[in-house]
């Protein structure tokens, strides 16, 4: 290749050239939302961040199947695998069935997703879907040894597992240390060891997702789904898994150990994680309410912000941070980041006004590999904005006639510029308000007419103005100092 | 109910009240699409007919479940259970992962749904999602005696199911005649009868969708998975059934077959089929290739048509015909429709105009109660619409003031013309186009303005409104008899 992609692998905890296992193709996961609430916002983050890694990487030339889940399967509210099925305890609570709550959720979600402008993965598969490859990937677990029955439940067995391999090895913990660090909780009687994890657990009788096994009616253990699912889409071993970095422990850390112990094979090449979104400056979670809805944060509808910040702006201010840099929310981070959008969006534009010279006084092609280079050094996105704002300088000077552009040129930065913002970034043109602007800025137009008139006493074409208008739906309203109008 | 519901029930061949198993509550079944391919147009017509029911009932006040498949594992090519696993074959041929073929034809049905403005169904179960539920139900088939194992596949005994239940009791066909027109056909040898249909079929090498059971690795045949998702989301018996009439025999014969054989009850109290479309007065087919795709109709892409026609208008087209009734598609009735769908929302906008008299020339109540009646007698959607037109002429007569309204009976109307139409029909108001209509007919405005200062040589004034243009995007283009403009 002729740009070399490094990315930080949270495995080897380095900086690393990405070879994928198969050139051109390459085989992405991403572990997706669970869907008996409103997706979060620092999920929003997480899917938005490995959009624009897809995005890139397809733009590089290669062949991506990007695998991200949906889990459709309640499963425990704590990882200490006991407490109620969030998704059935909802369930009863609205007396809803528990996939019409899946379904609700994963409408929101698609719509959400849809909104940030981030494509489909190529495939989306869910929990409930892979029931029986579940129960295969359990009984390769337990014809290595690697678990053991319990009165119907089926357990990983960390510490055999850690007799041959590294428990702890993506979240550089290590097993004592993790010993240490448990407390007895409820539950835990089943279990060899407090670091033991649920494969299958057999269902309560109040439970209602549940399935037959060779163990029991019951459910299975919910970081297995991931384990199974990448490996039926991606194979054994894949290149890239992603997530967000309170998902490394212990979610990725069991994935890790099931497919060890299932396949013989480390499954993944390069781990990679998002970092946290904060709230002014405080952790966001739907359990201490310091949280924002995307819904929200589009319409206004939330005492933190003074007005409604449109997707695409949205997707911009994250994408002025680092995927793996942690980011904080505010209004004022908001407003901020729709002024630097407004300025990319223009500079663009003015691009198409500017008149070819027969020299340039910016070098073009340096500035197109400052913008490869950025994105090839872990994805760094901040870096390629305040590039793309170079650019934008230099056509707002060459504008100004205080710099110039050969035609060339012109076309070379139009072409780098709208493959990275739309194409690379994810960002779109806003078409629904661009075309309402125009309308407003016409209607002004006739407005201001209208006021001439009025002014050298005009009647005729005063009243003609505000008829015609009329009759297409728009009303004018005369004030006290100037001239309203509203559009039917 | 106030106004009782009829509907024709395929099964009784006969219209008959609607009384559900647990009012409120209604459960409903619609047999969904097959997503190797693009959404046919016969196809929306019958989801589109039963978002209609969904809409009228919910209208009603029932509260309903409303569960629609999507069929994402690849069925056998003819009804004779052999030949080549469609959604396996594609993917081979795109050297794709099957469900990526899946994901891909899932969201565009998606989008096409979005576009026609059907709802989404409470439930979109997919056939792989409940393969153990499958197995289970083979089970209890095999255990009542009423299915038998070959060579690793299971088949439906038909002869013996028929001993004490009437196989062909849906499409009013009897054993015998259907036993004498079968042919024999490649693959038969298994089958103690050629009536005898799959329920679980081993899987040849190259198959690609497999799974294990108790009898082969093998994929279930493809009538399962409506029985078994229907009897999971709504019970073993429930209120409507729908789907295509080309669904009758055999899919939905073998459906009441396997649930009268696993659960012992009729599972369906009313059947309900949607006719099929033509186009051009000659059955549509992918297979004839005597076909239209839905995006085609909307952009006019096809030769059939002299002009695209908005999914709101196509749907409005579907709605003047009886859903039982057959339907044939040709431009000059989409250009009708056009005309009658647009008469129509003008008349709802010209409501608002209307002056209040004393007294009402037009019985308000009376043909309010006509438009119920309509829907009430088996969704009759197209007496409706008529209906609805009467109201449109009565308006047309008030403002016209050859007739009168009092306020009371323009809210009535407002609100039953806007309940049918948005509401129950669907229909939407377009207002993206409305709002580049509005658009579209200012700057013309602003033209005849410029023309007008031309005319007199006021050049400033004609300069000012085309460099004013320009700066919204909005470029003049003098031609030599008019002036047009392009919108940026």
Same sequence: chains 1, 2.
Avoid at 162 to 188: A, P, V
Avoid at 290 to 314: A, H, M, R, Y
Wanted: with cysteine; net charge negative; hydrophobic share 35%.
């Amino acid at each position: 290749m002729e740009h070399p992609i490094k990315l930080y692998n949270t495995l080897t905890r380095q900086k690393e050239a990405f070879t994928p296992l198969n050139p051109p193709l390459v085989g992405m996961y991403v572990c997706g939302p669970t869907v008996y609430s409103n997706v979060h916002l620092g999920n929003c983050r997480t899917f938005i961040s490995f959009d624009m890694i897809y995005r890139y990487l397809t733009h590089m030339g290669y062949k991506v199947r990007y695998v991200r889940n949906i889990t459709d399967a309640g499963h425990l509210e704590n990882d200490a695998d006991s407490g109620e099925d969030k998704i059935a305890k909802k369930a009863r609570l609205e007396q809803l069935e528990p996939m019409e709550i899946v379904q609700r959720y994963t409408l929101d979600f698609r719509n959400v997703m849809a909104q940030f402008n981030a494509l489909p993965p190529s495939i989306e598969p869910t929990a409930t879907g892979h029931i029986v490859e579940q129960i295969e990937m359990i009984e390769k677990i337990l014809d290595e040894g690697l678990a053991y029955e319990v009165n119907g439940s089926v357990y990983f067995d960390v510490n055999k597992y850690n007799e041959t391999d590294n428990y702890g090895k993506l979240s550089g913990r290590n097993i004592e240390e993790l010993i240490s660090g448990t407390r007895d909780l409820d539950g835990q009687g089943e279990k060899r060891s407090p670091l033991d994890f649920a494969l299958w657990k057999k269902a309560s009788p109040e439970h209602i997702m549940r399935w037959p096994s060779p163990w029991s009616i019951g459910f299975p253990g919910w970081h297995l789904e991931c384990s199974v699912m990448s490996s039926k889409y991606l194979g054994e071993q894949f290149d890239i898994h992603g997530g967000g970095m309170d998902l490394k422990f212990p979610h990725h850390e069991c994935e890790i150990a099931q497919c060890n112990a299932a396949n013989k094979v480390e499954p993944v090449k390069y781990w990679m994680h998002t970092n946290m979104l904060t709230l002014n400056g405080k952790r966001m979670s739907k359990s201490t309410g310091n949280t924002l809805l995307p819904e929200e944060l589009f319409t206004g509808d939330n005492d933190i912000l003074d007005k409604g910040f449109s997707p695409t702006v949205v997707r911009f201010f994250m994408m002025q941070a680092h995927y793996a840099s942690p980011l904080d929310f505010s209004n004022d981070a908001l407003v901020a980041a729709e002024k630097g959008f407004n300025r990319l969006m223009e500079g663009i534009t003015t691009l198409s006004v500017i008149s070819p010279a027969k020299e340039s006084t910016f070098d073009v092609n340096s500035w197109k590999e400052s913008c490869y280079n950025a994105m090839n050094d872990d994805f760094n996105t901040p870096i390629l904005i305040a590039n793309l704002f170079e650019g934008i300088k230099a056509i707002n000077s060459a504008k100004n006639d205080k710099a110039s552009l050969t035609a060339d040129d012109i076309e070379l930065m139009r072409k780098t510029l709208t493959e990275f913002t739309f194409d690379v970034l994810g960002l779109k043109l806003e078409t629904e308000n661009s075309s309402s602007d125009k309308l407003n800025g016409v209607v002004e137009m006739l407005i201001a007419m209208r006021n001439e008139a009025r002014a050298t006493k005009n009647w005729a074409l005063s009243d003609k103005i505000r008829d015609e208008l009329a009759e297409l739906g728009i009303q004018l309203k005369d004030g006290k100092d100037e001239t309203g109008f509203t559009i039917n």
